[in-house]
Structure formats: structure tokens, C-alpha cells
């Protein structure tokens, strides 16, 4: 059984807004951090944003802080990443990822550190 579903990728032109979703299983969920990466084509997988357990700590690459916010609901296991003002740059696909929750910091969270992972959405922006 899939334990990560990520949702909510498409085409979206330059400036516009998605939000994409990751539902969990419980046992992948309560108690871990949360983070999501990308990977455009041809490029290594990159961390874009992470958040701690309780929602109290929120981390961010420098490309995307400003624009974009992570947020989930514990009650059905549920992150979402919110992404406003969106740049060709930021095509690629999605992922999310659950891990100890010490293991994100104001350094992102560690993507080999990972121990569970979706299987990715796509999204792609349009000039």
C-alpha cells in the first residue's frame, strides 16, 4: 500500500498559484517531519521546504522563501505546500517525505535522511 500520495501538480503559468498535497498513512506520519524536494529535469533532487512535527518550526530553501509555505493538518495526516508567484525555475516534480523529526533544520531537511517518500507530482510553469 502507497504510504505517501502527493497531489495537486499541473500547468500553471509565471505568477500563478498551486497548492499541492501529500496524504499520509498514520504510521508515516504522527510524529515525523515533513518535507518536500524537487527535481527539475537533469538536475539532482533539491530540498524546498520542511516543517517539525507540532508545526511549530517551518524551513526553507533561499529560492523559494517568500513564495512558498508548508503547512499541514496532523488530524488528517495530511502537509501541503502552498506556492504563489510561480517561476519557470520552479517546474520540476514534487515530492514529500517523512523523517525524524530532529532531522530538519533551518538547514533544510536532509533528503538521504529520509525515510519515507511519495512518488512524486509534476508541475510545470509556462512563461
Known amino acids: 500500500q502507497v504510504q505517501l500520495v502527493e497531489s495537486g501538480g499541473g500547468l500553471v503559468q509565471a505568477g500563478g498559484s498551486l497548492r499541492l498535497s501529500c496524504v499520509a498513512s498514520?504510521?508515516?506520519?504522527?510524529?515525523?517531519?515533513m518535507g518536500w524536494f524537487r527535481q527539475a529535469p537533469g538536475k539532482e533532487r533539491e530540498f524546498v521546504a520542511g516543517?517539525?512535527?507540532?508545526?511549530?518550526?517551518?524551513f526553507y530553501a533561499d529560492s523559494v522563501k517568500g513564495r512558498f509555505s508548508v503547512s499541514r493538518d496532523n488530524a488528517k495526516n495530511t502537509v501541503y505546500l502552498q506556492m504563489n508567484d510561480l517561476k519557470p525555475e520552479d517546474t520540476a516534480v514534487y515530492y514529500c517525505?517523512?523523517?525524524?523529526?530532529?532531522?530538519?533544520?533551518?538547514?533544510?531537511?536532509?533528503?538521504?535522511?529520509?525515510?519515507?517518500w511519495g512518488k512524486g507530482t509534476l508541475v510545470t510553469v509556462s512563461e
Open positions: 498514520r504510521h508515516t506520519f504522527s510524529g515525523y517531519a
Open positions: 517525505a517523512s523523517g525524524r523529526d530532529d532531522y530538519c533544520s533551518g538547514y533544510g531537511c536532509p533528503g538521504n535522511l529520509m525515510d519515507y
Open positions: 516543517i517539525s512535527w507540532n508545526g511549530g518550526a517551518t
